[in-house]
């Protein structure tokens, strides 16, 4: 089909999308659903962010905690420190984030497969534990924050935030699609499949994992950034909670790794179901439906919802056959 | 960047050493290879044959020596800029990128090693795709392929590089004879086009068809180096392939 007019009805689509989610803060009353949307919302755009390394790349990064907790702690320093408001915290979370995938990326991106995966986990750790001991922004204790006034057209702060979390959203994805349909996407398709005949073949294989280290952090930070505002409090360990790597990964994988849209139907599907969960039963059970719903996945449908949706997707660019 | 002496030799591998712990792989080894050249590399198993090709392609550093290609030492370049200056290598067990069709395969050396604009690198795909008589399977997934497909694939996704060296590392292995001759021609026929070609192969027939230099490597030194017919004939050849 036209590259043209898939990137027109994209478009089309995100403007729709955007337009539905302000639509939504002014006319719906109630704040639950948007207490409960911005948590699915920060989901999706995690679960892509997750998949520009760990999907196009094939990098197994368990370190979403970590980035999304550097993300927080920087919004929180931030404000604490100098009041800066919220896009500037986001902006500066992204910055950050995007600098400890770089030096995550020159220390671990060498290590192949599950080398790469256990030190993202160590690296987590080794943050919440300098955040914990850091006094300024509350230590293990947490701290409590304020927020400031409601900016125009909300009236109300959880609207807003979820309005910028959907925002995230369509950073993430116009970002995931721009690496999927680029020359740099191939790239990363190529070294995930082969990475020495990939080298060979003319692929700067480092420098592109970096670059897709980069991006993904800069990304997880920045959806961890107005965490702390809607809580209105901070601790290290629900900021550097590892149910935020496993959902980020299980996310992506039942969506399927090979397109931007996987890791949104996953994170759509996963996230309802867990707030839905949440609601009904208990919180406690949506842990235990992921599990499940990973295993089931990972044996009945590997390449995830797009795979079964378009199970001949792949051979969509050749033509022939 | 250097142009070399229209007559200088395109590859220089100089006293070129390579060790596994305490295994040596290649003994200072030292070889030039002509401009336009289809030379032969045979030897028997573990006699470094892939070592050398490996450290000629940068899949491998060597401990001692320098790699000199168009008249630039690229011994310690990352394997995909040597690809960028034109050294293009299949694999002795066909690596291909498996998620992608036979096009996209050869895209991804159009992609990074030659640059071009996407329309015109779809158009030089398939004329390569043509030549190595693959046009039929461009949409295929790569991981379809017929074992005498694969390794034509390999062929041309080397060919996607736009190489002036191309290393061809047992593209015959485990094919019948008929398919053999398929591919040797086609070999030839790059060869015809001011690709220089470096063939390692165990079919003799092949070999001697194909080169106009041979060189035996045993144990990681040569053993002889010459014109196909009178290294066949060098008593150390023989008794490295057929033992004493």
């Not at chain 1, 797009?306 to 969509?316: A, K, V």
């Amino acid at each position: 089909m036209n590259k043209r007019s898939h990137s027109i009805a994209f478009w089309a689509g995100i403007a729709v999308f955007l337009v539905a989610v302000l639509s939504m803060t002014q006319i719906v009353r109630n704040e639950y659903p948007f207490f409960a949307g911005y948590v699915i919302l920060q989901f999706i755009a995690l679960a892509v962010a997750w998949t520009i390394l760990g999907g196009y790349a094939g990098y197994v990064n368990f370190g979403t905690n970590a980035f999304f907790g550097v993300g927080v702690y920087t919004a929180v320093a931030l404000f604490k420190a100098t009041g800066a408001p919220l896009v500037v915290q986001i902006a500066a979370a992204a910055v950050v984030g995007m600098l400890l995938g770089f030096g995550v990326g020159l220390l671990t991106l060498r290590m192949r497969g599950i080398f790469f995966s256990i030190a993202t986990i160590a690296l987590a750790i080794i943050i919440e534990t300098f955040v914990m001991n850091w006094r300024f922004v509350g230590g293990a204790a947490g701290i409590q924050l304020q927020r400031p006034p409601v900016m125009a057209p909300f009236d109300s702060y959880v609207k807003m935030l979820f309005f910028v979390q959907a925002v995230l959203v369509v950073i993430a994805v116009g970002i995931a699609r721009y690496i999927q349909n680029s020359r740099m996407g191939r790239g990363l398709q190529a070294l995930r499949d082969d990475e020495l005949a990939a080298e060979c073949t003319g692929v700067p294989t480092l420098k592109l994992k970096l670059v897709a280290c980069m991006i993904s952090g800069a990304l997880m930070s920045a959806v961890g950034a107005p965490a702390a505002m809607y809580l209105q409090y901070a601790d290290p360990s629900s900021a550097f909670n590892l149910t935020y790597s496993v959902s980020a990964l299980a996310m992506s994988l039942i969506g399927g790794t090979a397109h931007w849209i996987g890791p949104v139907l996953g994170a759509i599907l996963l996230g309802s179901t867990q707030q839905f969960l949440a609601v009904t039963i208990s919180s406690e059970v949506n842990v235990l439906v992921l599990g499940i719903m990973l295993v089931l996945f990972v044996v009945g449908a590997p390449k995830g919802i797009i795979g079964l949706l378009r199970p001949r997707y792949r051979l969509r660019a050749g033509g022939k056959q | 960047m250097t142009t070399a002496a229209p007559d200088a030799p395109l590859l220089q591998v100089g006293t070129l050493t390579k060790t596994f712990g305490g295994f040596t792989a290649l003994d200072n080894i030292s070889v030039n290879i002509k401009k336009g050249e289809r030379f032969g590399l045979i030897g028997p198993n573990g006699s470094g044959k892939t070592t050398l090709i490996n450290c000629i392609s940068g899949a491998l550093k060597p401990q001692a020596g320098s790699v000199v290609f168009c008249g630039e030492d690229i011994t310690q370049l990352p394997p995909h800029l040597r690809a960028r200056r034109g050294i293009a290598r299949s694999f002795q067990i066909p690596r291909p990128f498996k998620s992608m069709t036979v096009l996209e395969n050869l895209m991804v050396g159009l992609d990074f090693a030659a640059a071009g604009s996407t329309a015109a690198e779809e158009e030089i795909a398939m004329s390569i795709l043509t030549r190595m008589g693959l046009a039929s399977k461009a949409g295929a997934p790569s991981d379809a392929l017929s074992q005498v497909e694969l390794r034509k694939m390999e062929l041309a996704r080397a060919m996607a590089v736009r190489p002036k060296l191309l290393i061809s590392d047992e593209a015959m292995a485990g094919l019948s004879s008929s398919e053999v001759d398929e591919v040797l021609d086609l070999l030839i026929s790059l060869g015809e086009e001011d690709i220089t070609i470096i063939m390692i192969e165990h079919i003799m027939q092949a070999v001697m068809r194909f080169s106009e230099r041979v060189m035996c490597l045993d144990a990681g030194k040569i053993i002889a180096l010459g014109e196909p017919a009178e290294v066949m004939a060098n008593k150390r050849v023989q008794e490295a392939y057929l033992g004493t």
